[in-house]
Structures are given as C-alpha cells and as structure tokens.
C-alpha cells in the first residue's frame, strides 16, 4: 500500500541553524501538506501545496519557513534559523484531490523529530 | 478561529466494552469530518471519514455525525487493549487544511 515517508526520523540542531526535513508524498497525491505537534498538543497547520506553490499558510509559517518541491517525488520544508520552539514532531500529510474538493482524506508521513539544542 | 473540542482524558473502558469518543465544531459550514488514531510518539492514522449526517460503520468502528448539533462522535465496539490510543477529530476547513482537535486519550483494560 503506498504511503508517505519522511526523512529524518529525528533532527537535532543548534539554535540558529538551517534544518530541511524532507518528504515523499503518494505518488499520484496533487496536495501536500506540512504540519506540526509539540509534545502534548495538537497537531498545528503550516502550509498547504499545490501546482508548485503555496495554497495556504498559517500564522506559524513565517518567513523562517519555506517549502520547496525540487523534482517530481520530494516535498521540503526549511527552516533558516531553528528557534529552541521549533522543536516538535513534523508531519507531511498528502492528499488524492481528485476525490473531490473537500471530501479529501489526508494522509500522514511518521514524522521529523526536531529538537533544537 | 476555528475550533475542535474534545475532552482530553483519559477514557478508560474495560476490554470488550464500547468506547464512546466526542468531538464537537465551531464552524457550522464545516463539510468533511475525520478520526484519527495516534500511538504515542506515532504520526495520526486515518481511521474514518464521515461527510453527511448518521452513522457511518465500518468493521468495529462507527463514526455518527449531527451537523445540526456540530457534533461528530466515534463508537469502538469491543474494545481491544491494542485500541489504547490518542483519538484525534478533524475537520476540514474548506479544502484547505485540517483543524484538529486536542484528542482524546482512550485506555482499554484488559
């Protein structure tokens, strides 16, 4: 059964340092997504993407963050200078848009641990 | 803002029992409803989507939606200790993105 992947399973970093956490989506997926969990809350939207650019963002994805999608398969997310807040679960998330336009099912990669030290 | 509420826990129910697990929205034009399972350390797992109003099943699983009354709650019929998890609703929020809900913890005693 496809599904999605994500690497690494777990980031550590410096404050201050550049972290790309990378993912592959379904293959025949159109939408993509990344979202976040800190440990004990709910998981948090950060941005949606579709057609190689951002459908939509939260508050939370500010201009520290960027999403890519450098070939055909991998979906990134970047941070350019890790805050000791960034640290969280990251999941990428991707859904089948042709079921329909709000009748999509997401679903979710095992996640990017982030700690930042 | 969009809000998903549920009581955090945890719900403990013996094994073999049904767990009742409640969600409720603030959006009342909210479409699309799902549940996710997630083991602790673990990433969601799509257990169920619901769309329209009444129950949905699907093998020990029944999903029951009232849009009227915004709420979307998920029954587990004999319960199994594997099922102890964190339940997450989500709504969608108009094809965009998924509001999720706190969670709800689920402990099923052997």
């Known amino acids: 059964e496809p599904e999605v992947t994500q690497t690494p399973s777990h980031q550590v970093t410096q404050m201050g340092q550049e972290v790309i956490l990378r993912c592959v989506p379904i293959s025949n997926h159109l939408y993509f997504y990344w979202y976040r969990q800190i440990l004990g809350q709910k998981v948090e939207f950060l941005v949606s993407f579709y057609n190689n650019e951002i459908s939509e963002k939260s508050e939370i994805f500010d201009d520290q963050f960027s999403v890519e999608r450098p070939d055909g398969s991998n979906f990134t997310l970047k941070i350019r200078s890790t805050k000791l807040e960034d640290s969280a679960m990251y999941f990428c998330?991707?859904?089948?848009?042709?079921?329909?336009?709000?009748?999509?099912?997401?679903?979710f990669g095992p996640g990017t641990r982030l700690t930042v030290l | 803002q969009k809000e998903v509420e549920q009581n955090s826990g945890p719900l403990s129910v013996p094994e073999g029992a049904i767990a009742s697990l409640n969600c409720t929205y603030s959006d009342r034009g909210s479409q699309s409803f799902f549940w996710y399972r997630q083991y602790s350390g673990k990433s969601p797992e799509l257990i169920m989507s619901i769309y329209s109003n009444g129950d949905k099943e699907d093998g020990r699983f029944t999903a029951q939606l009232n849009k009227a009354s915004q709420y979307v709650s998920l029954l587990i019929r004999d319960s199994q200790p594997s099922d102890s998890a964190t339940y997450l609703c989500?709504?969608?929020?108009?094809?965009?993105?998924?509001?999720f809900g706190p969670g709800t913890r689920l402990s099923v005693l052997p």
């Open positions: 998330a991707s859904t089948d848009a042709r079921r329909g336009y709000s009748n999509n099912e997401q679903f």
């Open positions: 989500a709504v969608d929020n108009y094809g965009q993105n998924f509001v």
